[in-house]
């Protein structure tokens, strides 16, 4: 809510799609901010089709079992940067997430995996696993069934990495040493 002209952060984000659906028109100022908030949707598309490297041989431990890791990505052209985010937890069930993130923050793909549904913007409920793909105006908000074209096997969590790093076409890929229960 609105208190004596400050905003919340989640005000902030209501604004912002708001905003990508063409509601606020002719504010300069806050057309300049906006713009910075969100990719448009063919820069996205663009940032997860460019080939990414990693480009160190650090040997990273993924064991499955409550691990976060943060491995950089360049682009071939090393104009740009991107982060592989690897997470997973849970004590019985091996739960976690793939994500590929462009400029720090942008989340251009994620894949949840042996966790709960997602419930979409739009209130469609898409069971776990799923991937995330980046939607102007809403970010990573929207969940869709994996698709069966890129990934084979969903229940093989190594498969599943290796397609993904297809998917977001990262071609020199980093050395993760996996453990017992992936």
Known sequence: ?????????????????????????????DNQLMQDVFLNQR?????LSIEKHCN???????????????????????????L?????????????TYQNRARSTFVLARIDFNGKPHRNP????????HIHI???????RFAYPLPEDYFSNPDDLNITLQEFFKYCNITKQPNI???LLL
Not at 11 to 21: G, P, Q
Not at 84 to 96: A, E, H, M
Not at 134 to 140: M, Q, S
């Open 1 to 29: 809510m609105k208190k004596h002209g400050i905003f919340t952060i989640k005000e902030l984000r209501l604004e912002c799609r708001v905003y990508n659906n063409k509601v606020f028109r002719g504010f300069k100022e």
């Open 43 to 47: 820069e996205a598309d663009y940032l």
């Open 56 to 82: 160190n041989d650090t040997p990273y431990q993924f064991t499955g079992f409550q691990d976060n890791l943060v491995i950089p990505l360049e682009s071939v052209d090393k104009r740009e940067n991107f």
């Open 84 to 96: 592989l985010d690897l997470w997973s937890s849970g004590r019985i069930t091996l739960k976690g």
């Open 122 to 129: 739009d209130d469609v409920e898409v069971p776990c696993p």
């Open 134 to 140: 980046y939607r102007e105006g809403f970010g990573n």
């Open 177 to 179: 040493v996996t453990g």
